[in-house]
C-alpha cells in the first residue's frame, strides 16, 4: 500500500558561511612576512529540482528537515576554505513552493526546473583580503555568515493533460484502466479512487497524459468528500472531462443534472477552470437502459455545445475514438501555448536591496536595517577590538553615523542593528571610529601579542558557529 502525499512541510538550512582566517606568514630569516589568513568557504545552498523520476513528496514527508554542508573555514597560508555542498532535493514535476503564510515562491514545472529554497552564507573575509594601504596588518578576519533556514511547504499539482472528473463510480477508473496502461484500483463503492492517477495515452502520434481523480459530490468545493483536496491537481490540465455515468441506480441522479453539480463545483472552486475546453463522455453503455438513456440526453448536450461521447469502458466501446478526440484537442492546446521559457528558471527567493538603510527611532532605541549593516554585523567577531573597530569604520562609510545624529541620537544611546530577535545592541559612541582611528588600533602590529590565543579563540568561536548544526542528523562540521 503506497501513501499518496501531496502536501509536506519542508525545513530547510543552508550551509554556514566559514570564517575568514587571521593569520601571519613566517619563514626563516622572515618572521613578520605580513597577513596570510584565507576566505572562509560559502557555505551550501538547498536547491529544490525537478526530477521526472520522482512522482511523490513522501521523501520529505518522512524526513522533513535538510541541511546543506557548511563552508570550511580559510587557513593560513592564503589558504581558502572548501566551499560547503549544495543539497539538491529532486521534486515531483508540478511542485508548488509556498511560504508559510500561503503565498507561492515558485511553481516549478519541468525536468530541471529549480528553486534555491536557502541560500548559503557567504565566507568571512581571511586577513589577507582585509589589508589594505592603510590597514597592512588587520588582527582580525570576517566570520562567515549563517546559512539560510527557512520553513517552506511543498504542495504537489498534477500536471497531466486530461482530467477526468465525474461522479463516485461514474467509472473514471476504469476509464483510465482501458485508455492507458495505468491499472488503477476499481470498485463498486464510491471513492474507490484516494490519490490521483496518472495514465499516458499514445493516439496515433500524439501522447498526452491523462489524470484520473477522486469522485466530486455536491459541497465538494466546500470541502465535502475528498473533492477539495483534489480539485488542484485538475487546474494544470489542459482539457476536462466529464465522465457521466449512464446506469446509476440512485433515482434522483441523471447525466444532466451530475453535469451541473459537477460544473457548479468547479465554478465554486475557481483557479480558472472557466475556459478549459471539456467534452462530454456518457459511460456504461453496454448497460441496456445506459445505452438507452444516453441517446436520450446526447441531444440536449450537444445544444449546450458539448462534444459527446457515448462509451463502455467494460465492454471497451467507442475509446478509440474518444482518445483520438482528445489527443486532437490536446495538440491543438499545445500549439497555441507560448513557447516554453528555459525550463533551469532559477528564482531566488527575495531579491535584496543592496544599497539602502533606515535609521528609526523607538522608544529612545534607534534602529539601523539594511542588508550591509546588518550582515557586516553578523560578519563581526565582538572579541576582537580591531574587528569592532573595522564594523565601525564601515558603518561610518555608509552615512549611519550621520544619519543617527540626524535621527537625534546622542552619545550614550542605545542603537540596535537587525530585526528584534538578533540584533546587536550597543551604546553608541559618536566619535567611535574617528577616535579608534586616532589611537591607531586598527592595522597595529597583533603579531606580537599571543597569536596563539587568538587562533584558539577563532577556532572556539567556529565550533559555536557550527553548533546548530547538531540537530540535523548528525552532521559533522569538521568531518
Ligand atoms: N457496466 C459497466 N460498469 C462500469 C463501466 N465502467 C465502470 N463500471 C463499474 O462502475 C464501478 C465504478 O467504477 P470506477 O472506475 O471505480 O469508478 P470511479 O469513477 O473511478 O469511482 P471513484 O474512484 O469512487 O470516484 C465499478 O464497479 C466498475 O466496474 C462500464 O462501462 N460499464
Ligand atoms: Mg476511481
Not at 601571519?24 to 572562509?40: C, S
Not at 466530486?216 to 483536496?229: V, Y
Not at 499545445?334 to 528555459?342: D, G, H, L, Y
Not at 538578533?422 to 577616535?435: H, I, K, L, S
Request: hydrophobic share 40%.
Amino acid at each position: 500500500m503506497t501513501t499518496f502525499v501531496d502536501r509536506v512541510e519542508l525545513h530547510v538550512a543552508a550551509g554556514n558561511g566559514g570564517h575568514g582566517c587571521a593569520s601571519v606568514h613566517r619563514e626563516k630569516f622572515k618572521p613578520l612576512g605580513g597577513p596570510d589568513g584565507g576566505n572562509g568557504g560559502r557555505g551550501g545552498d538547498v536547491v529544490l529540482v525537478v526530477d521526472q523520476d520522482v512522482t511523490t513528496l513522501l521523501d520529505y514527508h518522512h524526513s522533513p528537515h535538510r541541511k546543506a554542508t557548511n563552508g570550511k573555514p580559510g587557513e593560513g597560508g592564503n589558504r581558502s576554505g572548501k566551499d560547503g555542498q549544495d543539497l539538491v532535493l529532486p521534486v515531483p514535476d508540478g511542485t508548488v513552493v509556498l511560504d508559510g503564510n500561503g503565498n507561492v515562491l515558485a511553481d516549478l514545472v519541468g525536468e530541471g526546473t529549480s528553486f534555491v529554497a536557502g541560500q548559503g552564507g557567504r565566507g568571512g573575509l581571511g586577513n589577507a583580503a582585509l589589508a589594505s594601504a592603510r590597514r597592512k596588518a588587520p588582527g582580525f578576519a570576517l566570520l562567515g555568515e549563517p546559512g539560510i533556514a527557512r520553513d517552506v511547504v511543498l504542495e504537489l499539482k498534477t500536471v497531466a493533460d486530461v482530467a477526468l472528473v465525474g461522479y463516485p463510480s461514474a467509472g473514471k477508473s476504469s476509464l483510465i484502466s482501458v485508455l492507458s496502461a495505468a491499472k488503477p484500483k476499481i470498485a463498486d463503492y464510491p471513492f474507490t479512487t484516494l490519490v490521483p492517477n496518472l495514465g499516458v495515452v499514445t493516439a496515433g502520434t500524439t501522447v498526452y497524459t491523462i489524470a484520473d481523480v477522486p469522485g466530486l459530490i455536491p459541497g465538494a468545493s466546500e470541502g465535502r468528500g475528498l473533492g477539495l483536496e483534489f480539485l488542484r491537481h485538475v487546474e494544470r490540465c489542459s482539457v476536462l472531462v466529464h465522465v457521466l455515468d449512464t446506469a446509476t441506480l440512485e433515482s434522483d441522479r441523471d447525466p444532466v443534472s451530475d453535469l451541473d453539480v459537477i460544473e457548479a463545483e468547479l465554478r465554486a472552486y475557481g483557479g480558472g477552470l472557466e475556459d478549459r475546453p471539456r467534452v462530454v463522455v456518457l459511460n456504461k453503455i453496454d448497460v441496456p437502459d445506459g445505452r438507452e438513456l444516453a441517446g436520450m440526453v446526447r441531444p440536449d448536450l450537444e445544444a449546450r455545445g458539448y462534444r459527446v461521447f457515448e462509451v463502455s469502458a467494460v465492454a471497451h466501446e467507442g475509446l478509440r475514438e474518444l482518445s483520438f478526440a482528445l489527443a486532437q484537442i490536446v495538440a491543438e492546446t499545445r500549439a497555441a501555448r507560448p513557447v516554453q521559457e528555459s525550463t533551469r528558471v532559477v528564482i531566488r527567493p527575495q531579491a535584496v536591496d543592496d544599497s539602502g538603510f533606515t535609521v528609526t527611532e523607538e522608544d529612545g532605541l534607534f534602529r539601523v536595517r539594511g542588508e550591509k549593516p546588518e550582515r557586516w554585523v553578523r560578519q563581526t567577531d565582538f572579541n576582537n577590538d580591531e574587528a569592532v573597530g573595522y564594523l565601525a569604520d564601515r558603518l561610518n562609510r555608509l552615512g549611519v553615523e550621520d544619519e543617527l545624529r540626524k535621527a537625534g541620537a546622542k552619545a550614550g544611546d542605545g542603537v540596535a542593528i537587525g530585526a528584534d530577535e538578533d540584533a546587536v545592541v550597543f551604546d553608541w559612541e559618536p566619535t567611535m571610529a574617528a577616535g579608534a582611528e586616532m589611537l591607531g588600533r586598527r592595522g597595529e602590529d597583533h603579531r606580537f601579542d599571543a597569536p596563539r590565543a587568538a587562533a584558539q579563540r577563532r577556532k572556539d568561536k567556529q565550533a559555536a558557529h557550527d553548533e546548530a548544526d547538531d540537530e540535523y542528523q548528525g552532521f559533522d562540521p569538521f568531518a
